[in-house]
């Protein structure tokens, strides 16, 4: 990697992420915020196909160290 330094794009990672924020879901009808959206692309993968996808946070509480959003 040293050698390709200066190259742009150069790197070791298996795959490549961007993941963007969306405008909140609604929550039927009802003011304020909604669910927490975002946006997942597989921009890249070594031998496998990318993908987009919607994701969205469906907690309505969180828990510190429960493993669920």
């Known amino acids: 990697?040293?050698?390709?330094?200066?190259?742009?794009?150069?790197t070791a990672?298996?795959?490549?992420w961007?993941?963007?924020?969306?405008?909140?879901a609604?929550?039927?009808?009802l003011?304020?915020?909604?669910f927490m959206r975002?946006?997942?692309d597989l921009l890249k993968v070594r031998n496998g196909q990318t993908g987009?996808?919607?994701e969205r946070c469906k907690c309505v509480l969180w828990?510190?160290?429960?493993?669920i959003c």
Do not use: E, H, I, Y
């Open 18 to 24: 961007q993941v963007r924020s969306l405008q909140s």
């Open 26 to 29: 609604d929550l039927n009808g």
């Open 38 to 40: 975002w946006q997942v």
């Open 52 to 54: 987009s996808w919607v």
């Open 31 to 34: 003011p304020g915020t909604g």
């Open 63 to 67: 828990q510190p160290g429960s493993g």
């Open 1 to 10: 990697m040293l050698r390709n330094a200066g190259k742009f794009g150069s």
């Open 13 to 16: 990672c298996a795959a490549r």
